[in-house]
């Protein structure tokens, strides 16, 4: 008696506090489909929360410094700023925040988005290791409640008056290491409740929640201008610590710590793969977390991870530079206003949206990652190609070509930082050892959130000679993230291949197999 009730409590234990709460006021455990539906929106809102954090800096900096071109944001403040005349805080406005306010203002902005990505980038590698350790739910609530802390922090420097540069880079510093935690987290989380069949689709439409982070934290930087741009920091900061704490009490990381795979197991009746558990029925099989080497080692892992470090280069030179090169091109003869130009780029982020979900689903299709990222990655050659020759004839040429941009360039980075980072994750290798997910993720977005911190600063340097320039580099890392798949789509396209032919009949007798 007494060894069968110390499991239960254990893993009673382990559940959340909001978790057991719920379920005891409903007086019977949730299904596993509830169980899923909530670990999607859980991680959903949590990663929105990150990226909206991550957007209020680009919407600030207009405030901060009034010579930033506000063609570089995607909600650019012309949508508000002219609401603010005659405000309070008019004059904080138009004069700008020191040290952020004098001639070398745009670049000491431009050091603190780069010191942001490279912690970022850096400590997603030290958080994806740290994950495979510690109990993801508390990682991620940590991670949460720590970004929400600093990006206030950040803002807080106008109540006190800072003007020391310093102060502002060390905030964002420490918010971008504590940002790190978010990715490794919500995906291993996720790869822990899905099956393989449908996981592309389910991750490609999941992550959209880095666009719904980025459009929603601009409009609320925005609307809380007028109250001090201090306000723009502390708001998103406080609603994503608050998201943490939901997280905390409700999120259950896997189906083992609130005992569902016990029930999976006990029934008879056929399971649907995206009802099966990633390690499918090895739960129970953690074994020892796989270090930091032994992850880079895991068969797919290097050639994504390189792969990611030049698709998120394109992506996110994108997303800080989209704006400022449409209000800088004629477009159909005409320059378009720094507002209408921020708000066309937008559509690049819709196009991104579509082709997450149009890449998760042929490769769940197709059971083929590698050719369905790389077959995105060439294609984004010639789109690329197109957009920068033809998308000045016309407004409509120029939206329907960057539509079609956006979907290729976002496609296989969506696919890969989702699905990809899951099947690796649980690679076969691995014998059922759960406790590299977290690991295997961090490897590969953070080798990509390096190429996101190199793309927008060489497009700063190369921009100044010729567009055409940055164009030829951003086809070129096209080029080169397909060809660092190469060898992973063949593997593929022989194992489809060998599994059409047919099986040979080896249980006929000889003289049956030598007649014509």
Same mark, same amino acid.
């Given at each position: 008696?007494?060894?069968?009730?110390?499991?239960?409590?254990?893993?009673?234990?382990?559940?959340?506090?909001?978790?057991?709460?719920?379920?005891?006021?409903?007086?019977?455990?949730?299904?596993?489909?509830?169980?899923?539906?909530?670990?999607?929106?859980?991680t959903f809102l949590s990663y929105a929360s990150y990226h909206a954090t991550r957007k209020t800096t680009s919407i600030?900096?207009?405030?901060?410094?009034?010579?930033?071109?506000?063609?570089?944001?995607?909600?650019?403040?012309?949508?508000?700023?002219?609401?603010?005349?005659?405000?309070?805080?008019?004059?904080?406005?138009?004069?700008?925040?020191?040290?952020?306010?004098?001639?070398?203002?745009?670049?000491?902005?431009?050091?603190?988005?780069?010191?942001?990505?490279?912690?970022?980038?850096?400590?997603?590698?030290?958080?994806?290791?740290?994950?495979?350790?510690?109990?993801?739910?508390?990682?991620?609530?940590?991670?949460?409640?720590?970004?929400?802390?600093?990006?206030?922090?950040?803002?807080?420097?106008?109540?006190?008056?800072?003007?020391?540069?310093?102060?502002?880079?060390?905030?964002?510093?420490?918010?971008?290491?504590?940002?790190?935690?978010?990715?490794?987290?919500?995906?291993?989380?996720?790869?822990?409740?899905?099956?393989?069949?449908?996981?592309?689709?389910?991750?490609?439409?999941?992550?959209?929640?880095?666009?719904?982070?980025?459009?929603?934290?601009?409009?609320?930087?925005?609307?809380?201008?007028?109250?001090?741009?201090?306000?723009?920091?502390?708001?998103?900061?406080?609603?994503?610590?608050?998201?943490?704490?939901?997280?905390?009490?409700?999120?259950?990381?896997?189906?083992?710590?609130?005992?569902?795979?016990?029930?999976?197991?006990?029934?008879?009746?056929?399971?649907?793969?995206?009802?099966?558990?990633?390690?499918?029925?090895?739960?129970?099989?953690?074994?020892?977390?796989?270090?930091?080497?032994?992850?880079?080692?895991?068969?797919?892992?290097?050639?994504?991870?390189?792969?990611?470090?030049?698709?998120?280069?394109?992506?996110?030179?994108?997303?800080?530079?989209?704006?400022?090169?449409?209000?800088?091109?004629?477009?159909?003869?005409? %320059?378009? &206003?720094? *507002?209408?130009?921020?708000?066309?780029?937008?559509? =690049?982020?819709? #196009?991104?949206? $579509?082709? @997450?979900?149009?890449?998760?689903?042929?490769?769940?299709?197709?059971?083929?990652?590698?050719?369905?990222?790389?077959?995105?990655?060439?294609?984004?050659?010639?789109?690329?190609?197109?957009?920068?020759? %033809?998308? &000045?004839? *016309?407004?409509?040429?120029?939206?329907?070509?960057? =539509?079609?941009? #956006?979907?290729? $360039?976002? @496609?296989?980075?969506?696919?890969?930082?989702?699905?990809?980072?899951?099947?690796?994750?649980?690679?076969?290798?691995?014998?059922?050892?759960?406790?590299?997910?977290?690991?295997?993720?961090?490897?590969?977005?953070?080798?990509? *959130?390096?190429?996101?911190?190199?793309?927008?600063?060489?497009?700063?340097?190369?921009?100044?000679?010729?567009?055409?320039?940055?164009?030829?580099?951003?086809?070129?890392?096209?080029?080169?993230?397909?060809?660092?798949?190469?060898?992973?789509?063949?593997?593929?396209?022989?194992?489809?291949?060998?599994?059409?032919?047919?099986?040979?009949?080896?249980?006929?007798?000889?003289?049956?197999?030598?007649?014509?």
């Amino acid at each position: 008696m007494g060894s069968s009730s110390e499991p239960k409590s254990k893993m009673r234990s382990k559940k959340p506090l909001g978790f057991q709460f719920f379920e005891c006021v409903r007086g019977s455990p949730l299904s596993f489909k509830s169980c899923q539906a909530l670990v999607l929106i859980l991680t959903f809102l949590s990663y929105a929360s990150y990226h909206a954090t991550r957007k209020t800096t680009s919407i600030v900096k207009s405030v901060l410094d009034p010579k930033t071109n506000l063609g570089m944001l995607h909600w650019p403040s012309h949508l508000y700023l002219q609401k603010l005349k005659g405000a309070e805080n008019n004059m904080t406005l138009s004069s700008g925040w020191a040290p952020f306010n004098a001639k070398d203002g745009t670049a000491l902005l431009g050091e603190i988005d780069l010191a942001f990505l490279g912690v970022y980038a850096i400590g997603m590698f030290f958080a994806g290791h740290l994950g495979d350790r510690v109990d993801l739910r508390i990682l991620l609530t940590i991670g949460m409640i720590g970004t929400g802390l600093f990006t206030a922090a950040f803002g807080a420097g106008y109540w006190f008056n800072i003007h020391n540069f310093y102060y502002f880079l060390g905030m964002q510093m420490v918010a971008g290491l504590f940002q790190s935690s978010g990715w490794p987290s919500v995906v291993a989380v996720v790869g822990n409740w899905f099956g393989k069949s449908k996981r592309g689709l389910i991750m490609g439409i999941w992550n959209a929640h880095t666009s719904v982070g980025n459009i929603s934290g601009s409009l609320i930087a925005a609307a809380m201008l007028k109250f001090g741009w201090c306000w723009s920091f502390a708001v998103p900061g406080i609603m994503i610590a608050l998201v943490g704490i939901t997280v905390f009490l409700f999120l259950p990381v896997s189906p083992d710590v609130i005992g569902i795979e016990e029930n999976l197991h006990s029934k008879d009746s056929a399971k649907n793969d995206i009802d099966t558990p990633l390690l499918e029925g090895r739960l129970e099989s953690k074994g020892k977390a796989v270090g930091f080497i032994e992850a880079w080692r895991i068969p797919g892992v290097a050639p994504f991870a390189l792969c990611l470090f030049f698709c998120k280069l394109v992506a996110y030179t994108f997303l800080y530079w989209l704006p400022f090169y449409i209000s800088h091109t004629a477009i159909g003869g005409e %320059y378009l &206003s720094d *507002s209408s130009a921020g708000v066309l780029s937008t559509l =690049f982020d819709v #196009g991104g949206v $579509v082709g @997450g979900i149009l890449a998760g689903h042929i490769s769940d299709r197709l059971d083929a990652r590698a050719l369905t990222a790389a077959s995105f990655t060439f294609s984004a050659i010639p789109a690329l190609f197109f957009y920068r020759i %033809y998308g &000045s004839i *016309s407004l409509t040429w120029n939206i329907a070509l960057m =539509f079609i941009t #956006g979907m290729l $360039v976002n @496609g296989p980075y969506a696919l890969i930082t989702t699905a990809v980072s899951a099947d690796l994750g649980t690679h076969s290798s691995l014998n059922g050892n759960s406790r590299a997910l977290a690991t295997v993720t961090a490897i590969i977005d953070g080798t990509g *959130s390096i190429g996101a911190a190199v793309g927008p600063l060489l497009t700063g340097y190369i921009s100044a000679k010729s567009w055409s320039a940055v164009f030829t580099m951003l086809m070129a890392s096209a080029l080169i993230a397909g060809l660092l798949l190469s060898r992973l789509v063949v593997a593929e396209i022989v194992a489809k291949m060998e599994s059409r032919r047919p099986a040979p009949a080896s249980d006929l007798p000889v003289s049956s197999m030598d007649e014509p």
